[in-house]
């Protein structure tokens, strides 16, 4: 059964440009959540989603941007890159919070210059 | 908004039990789980608890769980190098006007094993 899949791994962009991050859950999972670590801050809460629904936000500016297509695969934008925007961006899958808790991926590691 | 504080490091033998200890703040917070992360790689979940619970154990895990002092221990029976990993507390809880659980992570525990 394949986990969940995200790319690219790396990503080296500069300041200003705008990015896009690709997620594609569990097969059967609907729920994606999205969530940004870095040394400083640690692993804080993007979005989620669920059946291409927004349910759920963190505080995060909205140069962050989520969206999930039918299939329940999830893209992140951010635009307008700043040089604090350099992390691990972990996406995780869901089938039922409650009994299985969040399959992650491996990340795709962002770095502004 | 929820809190999440585990100590940063925790150093033990092989052998040893480990025990990471980490204390929330969202008494509301149903579901608990711990993950492991390992150099360069995305978070694995090792085990969860219900608040319902007081204790789940599972192979060399164990879990405990005092909602009343909201602390959540992870002991780690019989430690191995292959342990050595980033553990994080994520207890779930749903925000204020959210639709859904979200998870909040503690710092991490850095569990360094020595042969």
């Known amino acids: 059964k394949a986990g969940v899949t995200q790319t690219p791994r790396y990503l080296i962009k500069t300041r200003g440009q705008q990015v896009t991050l690709s997620c594609s859950p569990i097969?059967?999972?609907?729920?994606v959540s999205w969530y940004q670590q870095t040394p400083g801050q640690g692993l804080q809460f993007l979005f989620e989603?669920?059946?291409?629904?927004?349910?759920n936000k963190g505080n995060f500016p909205g140069r962050f941007s989520g969206r999930q297509f039918s299939n329940s695969r999830s893209e992140m934008n951010v635009s307008t890159l700043e040089l604090g925007d350099s992390a691990l961006y972990l996406c995780?899958?869901?089938?039922?919070?409650?009994?299985?808790?969040?399959?992650f991926g491996s990340g795709t590691r962002l770095t502004v210059v | 908004g929820e809190d999440v504080e585990q100590s940063l490091f925790l150093s033990v033998r092989e052998g040893d039990s480990s025990v990471i200890n980490c204390t929330y703040t969202?008494?509301?917070?149903?579901?608990l789980y711990w993950y492991k992360q390992e150099p360069g790689a995305g978070l694995q979940l090792l085990t969860y608890?219900?608040?319902?619970?007081d204790m789940k154990q599972d192979q060399r895990l164990t879990v405990l769980l005092n909602k009343k002092d909201k602390h959540l221990s992870l002991r780690i029976a019989d430690t191995q190098t292959g342990d050595s990993a980033i553990y994080f507390c994520?207890?779930?809880?749903?925000?204020?006007?959210?639709?859904?659980?979200?998870?909040?992570f503690g710092k991490g525990t850095k569990l360094s094993v020595i042969p």
């Open positions: 969202d008494s509301s917070s149903t579901y």
């Open positions: 608890i219900f608040s319902n619970m």
């Open positions: 989603y669920f059946s291409e629904t927004q349910r």
């Open positions: 097969s059967g999972h609907r729920s």
């Open positions: 995780a899958s869901s089938l039922a919070l409650e009994n299985y808790g969040y399959t």
């Open positions: 994520a207890p779930a809880f749903i925000a204020p006007g959210a639709g859904s659980y979200q998870l909040t």
